[in-house]
């Protein structure tokens, strides 16, 4: 019995011991938690406000290509100055889906799924009809821009999210939230006192909602660029050597499971979390679960209200374009097989996906995955603060 206690006492003390390591001691001038403590709750809301002026931008329409522009020139306002786009046509042909995905096990009350098609659907007239023109098949684009490392300009993370949606709302969580998120991440970074040792790419994927193919046909077209100077001699990268990707997907919302009568919880659940997800039936599993933690344990240093959950079913993402060649990890609101696909979100691909559906526990949900991202990415990619 004795023995029993001592041992429990010894686990108490050198678990308190890793937990004091683990913990929120803050380090002297540490310049991440500077940075981390320049994001915002009303720019990141704004934010996404701006991006739902363009209703449910969904690919291959005026909308979608405005809502492009209008990135664009946020991205220029903040620095991210060089933005450049990749093209290709939709359909997409010759860029491969990567095979490997498991999806986990959904358990308990589930609630029915699916992508509105139906115009009626949206009550707000105005914003029915700026979603009214439809998908034209033909040539596409999508934006990014680069943060050029300082001493090692020949590698980067890319930090994306996808800025196309469905459904007839705004699109407002999917994927406003994750592509706001970028958009601060690439502002916040892109401030006259940052510099960082490696390069970061912030790149707002086109078409997922139709199949990945933005981020299919990056992979393809660049994949065989990645790290060569040109011109030889001028230390110039347009495709540094890719160190992993990092795919934000719906933010917002984790209001828990269903109940059994198919309502939901009006409130952020207290226990709400950022979602971590790797992809164990890849051929970079254990690369991409090491870029999972590394967010897992800048959330607990840096997020401020809600932890980090690492999974193995990364899925349905733009990150899945990426899986087999460099570490890639999806950050998200809830599990994408077990939670979303078990109908977690009602407003996933719904009419009421607008800004008005969210409140600030929601938004604030989102901020800590910026947080955490953000505290993740200054620490891999190098960050310092010129005095
Ligand atoms: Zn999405």
């Known amino acids: 019995m004795i023995r029993v206690v001592l041992l429990s006492l010894t686990l108490l003390l ?110 707000d007239v105005k914003l029915r009809e700026l979603n009214t023109p439809p998908t034209v098949n033909g040539p596409r684009e999508e934006v990014y821009c680069t943060k050029i490392g300082t001493t090692h ?8 999210a996808h ?37 970061i790419r912030f790149i707002l994927w086109n078409n997922e909602e139709s199949g990945l193919e933005g981020s299919r046909a990056y992979a393809a077209q660049r994949k065989d660029l990645q790290g060569k100077e040109d011109p030889a001699g001028s230390r110039r990268y347009p495709e540094p050597k890719w160190l992993g990707v990092i795919q934000h997907d719906m933010m917002l919302f984790d209001h828990g499971m269903p109940r059994a009568d198919g309502t939901m919880s009006k409130e952020q659940r207290p226990e709400a979390d950022v979602n971590v997800e790797f992809q164990m039936n890849s051929i970079m599993a254990a690369q991409s679960q090491t870029l999972a933690w590394a967010l897992e344990a800048a959330n607990v240093q840096y997020a401020t209200d809600y932890p980090a959950t690492v999974g193995a079913h990364m899925q349905s993402t733009d990150s899945a374009s990426f899986q087999d060649l460099v570490a890639s990890v999806s950050v998200r609101e ?54």
């Open 14 to 123: 050198s678990l308190s011991a890793s937990g004091a390591q683990r913990g929120n001691a803050p380090v002297a001038n540490d310049p991440i938690r500077t940075l981390v403590s320049r994001l915002d709750l009303d720019k990141y809301k704004a934010t996404i406000k701006g991006l739902t002026q363009f209703g449910d931008r969904r690919q291959g329409t005026e909308r979608n290509r405005n809502a492009i522009d209008w990135i664009e020139a946020q991205l220029k306002s903040y620095g991210c100055a060089n933005t450049e786009r990749l093209k290709y046509d939709f359909p997409l042909v010759g860029a491969p889906r990567s095979a490997g995905a498991t999806g986990g096990r959904v358990r308990g009350a589930r609630t029915p799924t699916g992508v509105n098609n139906d115009p009626l659907k949206q009550p």
């Open 334 to 387: 809830n599990e994408r097989g077990p939670h979303i696909g078990a109908g977690w979100d009602p407003q996933w691909h719904q009419p009421t996906d607008l800004y008005t559906t969210y409140s600030d526990k929601d938004f604030m949900l989102g901020l800590n995955a910026a947080q955490t991202t953000l505290g993740a990415i200054a620490k891999l990619a190098g960050v310092s603060l010129k005095p």
């Open 163 to 199: 800025m196309d949606g469905i459904g007839w709302g705004e699109a407002a969580n999917d994927d406003g939230s994750g592509t706001a998120l970028v958009m601060e991440l690439a502002r916040i970074l892109h401030m006259p006192d940052v510099q960082t040792e490696r390069s």
């Open 153 to 160: 300009p020949e590698e980067m993370y890319i930090v994306a």
